[in-house]
């Protein structure tokens, strides 16, 4: 079956540090979709990734799909305190979607 | 856009009573819906799909005598947790998905806090 994975699952960061989430599968993907949970709320849909090779970009964030369709990764450049949070992907696999664990962003006093 | 309401907020219940929730998508037709439970510090985890006007699809290991899911419109589903034990304390999210828009992409409600002592 599918293997996928989400690494790491925490990140301790100065703020104004970097940061990066990875997600993995083993199979090929149709797209793979971003997700950001606050702390005691719920997710909220970041961006969709459907291209081999796509990069996109919000601000601070910059999203990858690998070339194969088989990764992707979330970028945090000079991390903000609103940045802390659960970010997660939703990969979607011939309409199965599966989550990834979720990496938590964690700000350093 | 793309809004999704989910009542009530927060549920506090006596164990043995039955708790539905209400999943809304208030400015769009969601032809499927998700129903996840999420314990603290945890992923997602889904319990079931629904697509409407049809049974609700369960993930392995969630009882759907237990977790009783009803997708009777386009735009609400609902989650009733019969005979709830403290075990089932947890937060339960739903999200809708459009067949308009981006392929796939889920909108989340707020969620319920659901305590059963």
């Known amino acids: 079956g599918q293997q996928v994975m989400q690494i790491p699952q925490y990140q301790h960061v100065q703020e104004g540090e970097d940061f990066t989430t990875y997600c993995n599968s083993s199979t090929t993907l149709s797209n793979i979709q971003w997700y950001k949970q606050r702390p005691g709320g719920h997710p909220v849909f970041l961006i969709q990734?459907?291209?081999s090779g796509e990069v996109k970009k919000q601000k601070r964030l910059t999203f990858q799909f690998g070339e194969a369709k088989k990764n992707s990764s979330l970028h945090i450049t000079a991390t903000q305190t609103t940045d802390v949070g659960t970010y997660f992907c939703l990969m979607d696999s011939n309409y199965q979607l599966i989550w990834g664990a979720g990496t938590k962003l964690i700000i350093k006093p | 856009g793309a809004v999704v309401s989910q009542h009530p907020s927060r549920v506090i219940c006596k164990s043995g009573t039955s708790v539905k929730i209400e999943c809304r998508s208030l400015?769009?037709?969601?032809?499927?819906m998700f129903w996840y439970r999420q314990f603290p510090k945890q992923s997602l985890m889904l319990m079931a799909t629904s697509n409407e006007g049809s049974k609700a699809t369960y993930e392995q290991g969630v009882e759907k005598d237990k977790f009783l899911i009803n997708h009777a419109s386009l735009t609400l589903s609902t989650l009733t947790v019969t005979s709830a034990h403290p075990e089932d304390s947890s937060f339960y999210i739903c999200s809708a998905r459009s067949a308009l828009g981006r392929p796939g992409t889920q909108y989340f409600g707020p969620g319920t806090r659901l305590l059963v002592l």
């Open positions: 400015d769009f037709q969601a032809t499927t």
């Open positions: 990734l459907v291209k």
